[in-house]
């Protein structure tokens, strides 16, 4: 009997309970209790929605991030916080956004720790801070209530923890010691765990090793050996996930290692599966990861049985079904989106339609294919309709395709010449200050949005309003003193989605949301087909907006790499090529914002290391893709046009040639929780055009004081000179509110006249 299970389900909940739950907290409009109690019932309600599955998995579900719950488990904490008073999760919140609830009464600032990309998603964890005295004391309070709670609740549990090679991986060193001399002090921790889960009744432990899909050196690769021979234990069986590539050089690793059974992305890892079957001792479990856990397209199950079929036999009971990871990565529930046309959502599959795919596909494995009849030919159906639909393929696509060339990727002069002529144009100070582009998107905003949506309000109201909106974000902007201003982007919901929204081949949900960081959900737009941009998305705004100011005004994109990999992408022809539509969609925006007037275009592009491979060995291929298609969005303008671009929370210093290749006149990027470490990477790169390393961090309520910007950007001066670096901050200000804002850029816009004043 082929057994079923899931790596992890969505914790935000199908209606963003949690996030509600803990910005009420976070403003002090709650109680704790009121928050935990909302977790518990989120809980429970989403193993009511596994209940058809042999084991659900417990452990998942966090109140911002698994990496940090692993840490508090592991007992690693900031010495900043390890002494202030409170309940656990007011430690947990300040690590995470540098404050808590009670920090209203307690006035406790902390900075925030470091925040990065989960491997190659848009979900964001909280880095683990590691050191030579770095010492590990477990906590396991947090896993066994939630695994007592689920055995209180008759659920077959399997708790998921992140291993320990894996946790070291994430981690970074402020001392740059070796992480790996931290495994001896480790693994009695994790062997404690296990003991305790042991002790309270778990059969299963999942712990998931995804660093297996990734480049590792001897020293890592012997490291496993030693680690999983020590966590070894009779006690409770170890169910080893990976998952997000493939194992390539690690298969016979982790085929050899002394767990009970195995996870392997069977979509990532197709053609390795014969392999991993022969090298997988006999009494060994093989969990395949069948059904797609980041995107939202049906399974094709027909295809799916053709291939298992043969697997289930030679493997019977050893053969486990689930998502290819967790479902984190995709939203709740598709039964909820009554908006989406009734075809397009009949090739959808959400979370909870993912999981009914895997009962389907179990039973048909162990009951035979006429068991489930209907499923399998409504499922067809649905597959076959989508393969031929016109609405997916646009011949006038294809055509603009191949008129792309080399041409179009290239600016008329060089940067330096470039820089001349816009430094002429543009009349800016040294170290001139500017922000990302949004401004807070208060209550106000985003009820008058609805109300446009909803038809309660008419186009000329919403205008008006919107207007209204931006005109306060200008006049804000020129009493701080910035010297290049945005309009705020009142009118958009979200950076991806807005632009979706008005191009063709995309279709949007209702409540499809996936959570990129605590609180912080986003809705990705769904590329279905070919991408046209049917008129201009933007410019009445940014014309709007500069008519209000003599200050240069930036016009603000979206770039192609970020709009595809912050979208559900179509998966039936390369990704490349759904860029270079987008490409070409972005290129005609620029050109009409420049014709109107805008001499300087951000394109932001927050998402082009996100979608870098997990394998070095693949990156050339896509950065030679991706850096393309920002080069043809970017480089049709005249050279007084400056084109910005914006990145953030990603590791960018291995591929800052590429960043260089994207010939931007100027990139800002985050770097304040990672205090100016991207930098480093000009030690040994001489960047040649002009950069803002973020100084704001704008995923904290704390403000930052005018001598820590000035030290960060005295920090930046010791590597880029002066005139080429911009003061600004590390993202966009959408999430926070104005009695943060003002004063924080009130400080950013103080720093840089001091900073002017030491030149």
């Not at 395949?288 to 094709?300: A, E, F, Q, S, Y």
């Amino acid at each position: 009997m082929a057994i079923t299970h899931n790596l992890g389900f969505p914790r935000i909940g199908a209606k963003r309970e949690l996030k509600f739950a803990l910005e009420s907290y976070w403003k002090g409009q709650s109680s704790l209790d009121a928050l935990k109690a909302v977790g518990s019932e989120l809980r429970q309600r989403h193993w009511a929605n596994q209940s058809k599955l042999d084991w659900s998995p417990v452990g998942d579900f966090t109140f911002y991030d698994q990496v940090l719950d692993m840490s508090f488990t592991l007992g690693n904490l900031p010495e900043r916080v390890r002494d202030l008073s409170g309940d656990s999760l007011d430690n947990y919140f300040r690590i995470a956004r540098g404050r808590s609830a009670t920090d209203r009464v307690c006035n406790y600032d902390v900075q925030a720790s470091e925040m990065t990309k989960w491997f190659d998603t848009n979900y964001h964890y909280i880095v683990p801070e590691l050191s030579t005295s770095t010492v590990f004391t477990l906590d396991s309070s947090r896993l066994l209530n939630e695994f007592k709670q689920a055995q209180c609740l008759g659920v077959k549990a399997k708790p998921v923890i992140i291993g320990p090679l894996t946790y070291l991986w994430l981690g970074k060193t402020k001392d740059d010691s070796d992480k790996l001399e931290l495994l001896p002090r480790l693994l009695p921790v994790y062997t404690q765990l296990l003991a305790k889960l042991a002790e309270q009744g778990a059969e299963w432990v999942q712990i998931d090793e995804p660093i297996l899909v990734t480049e590792l050196d001897p020293t890592w690769q012997q490291a496993f050996i030693r680690a999983y021979n020590t966590l070894h234990t009779d006690q409770v069986k170890l169910l080893l996930a990976t998952y997000f590539g493939q194992l390539r050089e690690n298969l016979s690793l982790a085929c050899r290692l002394p767990v009970q059974g195995l996870h392997v992305d069977a979509l990532n890892a197709y053609n390795e599966i014969p392999d991993v079957i022969m090298e997988l001792a006999s009494d060994r479990v093989l969990s395949l990861g069948i059904v797609n856990g980041r995107n939202i397209w049906k399974t094709d199950l027909l295809a799916t049985l053709d291939w298992l079929e043969p697997i289930h036999r030679q493997l019977g009971h050893r053969l486990w079904l689930a998502p290819s990871c967790s479902l984190l990565h995709v939203p709740v529930d598709i039964t909820s989106e009554c908006e989406l046309d009734t075809e397009l959502r009949s090739w959808l599959s959400f979370a909870l339609q993912k999981l009914n795919e895997l009962s389907v596909l179990s039973a048909a494995l162990n009951n035979g294919r006429q068991s489930m009849e209907t499923e399998l030919r409504d499922n067809q159906t649905a597959i076959a309709a989508r393969k031929v639909s016109t609405r997916v393929h646009n011949p006038a696509v294809k055509t603009a395709l191949a008129r792309i060339d080399a041409n179009m990727e290239r600016r008329t002069s060089p940067y330096s010449e470039r820089a001349c002529k816009q430094h002429e144009e543009l009349k800016l100070p040294l170290y001139p200050t500017t922000t990302i582009g949004s401004f807070p998107q208060t209550e106000e905003i985003r009820h008058i949005r609805n109300l446009f949506r909803r038809g309660e309000l008419n186009e000329s109201s919403y205008n008006t309003a919107m207007r209204e909106q931006i005109a306060r974000s200008v006049r804000e902007q020129e009493l701080l003193g910035l010297d290049v201003l945005v309009h705020g982007e009142a009118e958009r919901n979200d950076m991806v989605e807005y632009f979706g929204e008005q191009l063709e081949g995309y279709a949007f949900s209702q409540f499809g949301w996936v959570q990129s960081y605590g609180s912080r959900c986003v809705k990705p737009p769904i590329m279905f087909g070919d991408i046209i941009r049917p008129k201009p998305m933007t410019v009445k705004w940014i014309q709007y907006a500069q008519s209000l100011t003599n200050k240069p005004m930036k016009g603000m994109l979206t770039g192609p790499v970020t709009i595809l990999n912050w979208s559900f992408v179509r998966d039936d022809q390369p990704r490349a090529v759904s860029c270079q539509q987008l490409a070409l969609a972005i290129r005609e925006e620029v050109l009409d914002l420049e014709n109107a007037g805008v001499r300087v275009i951000q394109i932001d592009e927050a998402a082009l290391r996100e979608g870098l491979p997990l394998r070095r060995a693949q990156w050339h291929e896509y950065l030679q893709w991706a850096v393309s298609a920002f080069r043809i969005a970017a480089n049709g303008v005249r050279d007084n046009t400056q084109i910005h671009t914006h990145m953030c929370y990603s590791e960018f210093n291995d591929i800052i040639e590429s960043i260089a290749d994207m010939d931007a006149d100027v990139i800002t990027i985050e770097t304040s929780r990672s205090d100016m470490e991207l930098l480093d990477a000009f030690d040994h790169f001489n960047y040649p055009n002009e950069i803002g390393p973020g100084v704001y961090d704008i995923h904290s309520p704390n403000i930052p004081t005018q001598d820590h910007i000035i030290h960060l950007m005295l920090q930046a001066a010791k590597r880029i000179p002066a005139q080429r670096l911009w003061v600004n901050p590390d993202c966009g200000l959408k999430t926070r509110a104005w009695e943060e804002v003002v004063p924080a850029l009130h400080n950013m816009v103080a720093a840089a006249h001091k900073l002017r004043s030491t030149i």
